[in-house]
């Protein structure tokens, strides 16, 4: 085998591989490719390669998958890996990291250009610092952000460095671990500095022993590799048949649940034509899909059903998308719904000022179908995780704000939990006990306040960041609770959403200042309902009191009232008394 770099191509097109792989060759590189990502880890342990070359769009299937199993495995984390795709607009974000996504090179393939391109990548990445930055405007800002995502990227990302206006986000596997800018911190503060109309940013990856750049942190995971034979290796002229493609033993695949199978979704979706289509894709990958044709039954049907997930058209008569997620947000039966976005338009300011209302996806319609699938997929992930660790019956950490409180106790109910979870917030811990599935005893203590049994079980049913550890194993403790685990939480959702609706109304009676939250509003002008504009107008660039619109312009009370509700449910004003 050649003492010299190694490439590993990854492409499902077999036929348009074969000229690659000659052109490599011919070029004194030694290439070799396989079709399938599944069977990544097993040729990168036989062939271990220099690099990784990927012939897919960044965010596809193919290179998500890549992406997965490779920042996942120890042994290969740190791996450069080189994207050939038609889009090559994120390749600014890569320029001076040294591991992950090194490049991204153009297609189609040029047998002049890409093995020469690949021989200096190759060279000169132990010059780079595992850094990278530039300035940039708010959509490259926001499209930044997203690369990451899709990419995986573990570091710290810093805005317009020493300056008043410095901000910092650091992230793990492409999910955002914390942010701070200004006065604000987390999700708002990095939809904040993403919205600044240009900025200076810089990236730096996470490092691991020696200098050695780790552009994504490993999370330990099980090795595909088993075979140990040599790699057959053969050339044009040894007359060896798939001379190029890499020959090795399959070992099985891990038996595990596949996320999408059984799982219920609901499409919303005015577009009678596109509902079929994408009901017809998610059908065929195993999903369970109910329609709906616009927000207004989308949230009916939401309220009704027991959906895993809800893909909703953003823009849509009579309710939008995001009005319809706002209601979902407000009535605690919905709360916890897992809601992803379906929109024409690829606008990632707008993306991530929607997953700071509450949504966990942004999906432009545009998406390749496979990529789309797997978009879905990635939403049902953590709950699936948690169901594999219920079953495996081992205490476990558990983000309880993340896949949901009740879902995680109607999960413990199935399952015929024995035991208890210690869970705690940023405001109260809590403590909850099962016996035979059953939650038999709830406590929640918040600074000297303490409380049992029903307040302290609709506290953390309540709570929104709860993080905790799920404890198996029997223990004696008093019964406070006295109802079945599904029929408590549908109780605590029915006190609790009566609860917020009475605190919004009688704010809405007596409210003497308003609030506004100028990001939403914005996005609240090119898609809120087209009646209440000019009286949107009105309160939240002019801040005329409600009682005084009326006088303004010709409205009804009612109408006015019904405006100020709509903001209200959508998170675009705060009213306040003083």
């Known amino acids: 085998m050649s003492d010299g770099p190694k490439i590993l191509g990854i492409d499902p097109d077999r036929a348009a591989q074969l000229p690659i792989a000659a052109a490599f060759n011919q070029a004194g590189l030694f290439y070799r490719f396989i079709g399938e990502p599944k069977k990544v880890l097993t040729a990168l342990n036989q062939l271990k390669p220099s690099v990784l070359v990927l012939f897919e769009e960044i965010g596809s299937e193919l290179v998500d998958a890549v992406l997965d199993l490779v920042s996942a495995d120890v042994a290969w984390a740190h791996l450069p890996i080189v994207v050939i795709a038609n889009d090559v607009a994120d390749r600014t974000f890569v320029l001076g990291l040294r591991t992950g996504v090194v490049a991204v090179l153009p297609r189609p393939f040029d047998p002049a250009r890409h093995p020469s391109g690949l021989r200096h990548i190759l060279t000169e990445l132990s010059t780079r610092q595992g850094s990278t930055s530039g300035t940039s405007d708010s959509k490259q800002l926001a499209r930044l952000v997203e690369h990451l995502r899709k990419t995986r990227r573990s570091g710290a990302l810093t805005f317009d460095p020493r300056t008043p206006n410095e901000g910092h986000a650091t992230f793990l596997l492409g999910k955002l671990e914390k942010a701070t800018f200004k006065k604000l911190s987390g999700v708002e503060a990095l939809v904040s500095m993403v919205a600044q109309p240009t900025a200076q940013w810089s990236f730096a990856e996470v490092h691991g022993a020696g200098g050695d750049g780790a552009g994504v942190v490993i999370e330990v995971g099980e090795s595909d590799a088993s075979a140990e034979e040599e790699v057959v290796v053969g050339t044009i002229e040894a007359e060896i048949t798939d001379p190029f493609e890499m020959p090795f033993e399959a070992t099985p695949e891990p038996t595990a649940p596949v996320a999408s199978m059984g799982?219920?979704?609901?499409?919303?979706?005015?577009?009678?034509?596109?509902?079929?289509?994408?009901?017809?894709?998610?059908?065929?990958?195993?999903?369970?899909?109910?329609?709906?044709?616009?927000?207004?039954?989308?949230?009916?049907?939401?309220?009704?059903?027991?959906f895993d997930a809800v893909i909703a058209d953003l823009n849509m008569p009579r309710m939008d998308g995001w009005g319809m997620l706002r209601m979902l947000r407000d009535d605690f039966r919905t709360r916890e719904v897992p809601v992803a976005f379906l929109s024409c338009h690829d606008d990632y300011r707008d993306g991530l000022k929607a997953m700071n209302a509450g949504a966990q996806g942004y999906f432009s319609k545009g998406t390749r179908m496979d990529a789309l699938v797997g978009q879905v997929r990635k939403l049902l992930e953590p709950r699936v995780k948690t169901a594999l660790q219920i079953i495996e019956g081992v205490d476990f950490q558990c983000e309880v704000g993340q896949v949901g409180p009740q879902w995680l106790l109607a999960e413990l109910e199935t399952r015929h939990f024995d035991g208890r979870i210690e869970a705690k917030d940023n405001f109260a811990g809590y403590q909850l006990y099962f016996q035979g599935g059953r939650c038999v005893h709830a406590t929640a203590v918040a600074g000297r306040y303490a409380a049992e049994g029903e307040r302290a079980f609709n506290a953390i049913i309540g709570s929104r960041n709860a993080e905790g550890i799920v404890r198996f194993g029997a223990a004696q403790t008093p019964q406070t609770l006295h109802f079945p685990t599904r029929e408590q939480i549908a109780r605590?959702?029915?006190?609790?959403?009566?609860?917020?609706?009475?605190?919004?109304?009688?704010?809405?009676?007596?409210?003497?200042?308003?609030?506004?939250?100028?990001?939403?509003?914005?996005?609240?002008?090119?898609?809120?309902?087209?009646?209440?504009?000019?009286?949107?107008?009105?309160?939240?660039?002019?801040?005329?009191?409600?009682?005084?619109?009326?006088?303004?312009?010709?409205?009804?009370?009612?109408?006015?009232?019904?405006?100020?509700?709509?903001?209200?449910?959508?998170?675009?004003v705060t009213l306040k008394r003083l």
């Open 263 to 306: 799982a219920q979704l609901l499409l919303v979706d005015d577009d009678e034509g596109l509902c079929k289509m994408f009901s017809t894709l998610f059908r065929k990958h195993g999903f369970t899909v109910t329609s709906a044709q616009d927000g207004f039954e989308g949230l009916e049907a939401a309220r009704t059903g027991n």
């Open 492 to 572: 605590a959702c029915a006190t609790l959403t009566e609860n917020e609706q009475r605190m919004r109304e009688g704010l809405l009676v007596s409210a003497t200042e308003i609030e506004v939250n100028e990001d939403l509003y914005a996005i609240y002008g090119k898609v809120g309902p087209t009646q209440w504009l000019e009286v949107a107008r009105l309160i939240c660039e002019e801040r005329v009191p409600p009682r005084e619109v009326i006088s303004r312009i010709d409205t009804s009370p009612i109408e006015v009232e019904e405006t100020l509700k709509d903001l209200l449910r959508r998170g675009v």
